[in-house]
T-cell receptor, first 111, second 115 residues
Framework: NAGVTQTPKFRVLKTGQSMTLLCAQDMNHEYMYWYRQDPGMGLRLIHYSVGEGTTAKGEVPDGYNVSRLKKQNFLLGLESAAPSQTSVYFC??????????FGPGTRLTVT | AQTVTQSQPEMSVQEAETVTLSCTYDTSENNYYLFWYKQPPSRQMILVIRQEAYKQQNATENRFSVNFQKAAKSFSLKISDSQLGDTAMYFCAFMNPYNNNDMRFGAGTRLTVKP
């Protein structure tokens, strides 16, 4: 089991560019999440999904879009990157009412 | 919305000693879940311990134990016999099972174990 994997691990974007972060899990979990982590703060939820084909907004969704076309994958998109989106992004997955398993994170820098 | 507060930004402890990290939370729910996650320099988030609010017994996992005070909305983590490998950021988290497992994290406590 690879658990939760994230691609890429690092990325540098220029303001206005777009990109997609890929999260994959092989644990057959229904729930998947995208968080961002900024210095001095805990993780904040961007978007989440409770099953294939479903997505919902979290605490800080502005500037991001997501898709869950397959149960094992959860994509996070930035259509027009801004410096305020410089952060470390974590994906997580879980079964219902169980702890979340996290990926290794993606460090994104927007210049 | 639920909030989680960790009032200790940084702590240190001597190797082999015991340290307690504090966490308080705010909720109107009666049933929920609480977690402590560890984030070492590798950045990987690792589950340390989990507590269900309906259970009165405090959870333990080897050297890690919690003091769960539901009425006070307090959930502290005790690390016994601290080891150098315990050096990490520790995050307290609250999960609401009635809101799609919405999980809220505290800002974290940076723990340093000194040799």
């Amino acid at each position: 089991n690879a658990g939760v994997t994230q691609t890429p691990k690092f990325r540098v974007l220029k303001t206005g560019q777009s990109m997609t972060l890929l999260c994959a899990q092989d644990m057959n979990h229904e729930y998947m999440y995208w968080y961002r982590q900024d210095p001095g703060m805990g993780l904040r939820l961007i978007h989440y999904s409770v099953g294939e084909g479903t997505t919902a907004k979290g605490e800080v969704p502005d500037g991001y879009n997501v898709s869950r076309l397959k149960k094992q994958n959860f994509l996070l998109g930035l259509e027009s990157a801004a410096p305020s989106q410089t952060s470390v992004y974590f994906c997580a997955s879980s079964r219902d009412n169980y702890e979340q398993y996290f990926g290794p994170g993606t460090r994104l820098t927007v210049t | 919305a639920q909030t989680v507060t960790q009032s200790q930004p940084e702590m240190s402890v001597q190797e082999a000693e015991t340290v307690t990290l504090s966490c308080t939370y705010d909720t109107s729910e009666n049933n929920y879940y609480l977690f402590w996650y560890k984030q070492p320099p590798s950045r990987q988030m690792i589950l340390v311990i989990r507590q269900e609010a309906y259970k009165q017994q405090n959870a333990t996992e080897n050297r890690f134990s919690v003091n769960f005070q539901k009425a006070a909305k307090s959930f502290s983590l005790k690390i016994s016999d601290s080891q150098l490998g315990d050096t990490a950021m520790y995050f307290c988290a609250f999960m609401n099972p009635y809101n799609n497992n919405d999980m809220r994290f505290g800002a974290g406590t940076r723990l340093t174990v000194k040799p």
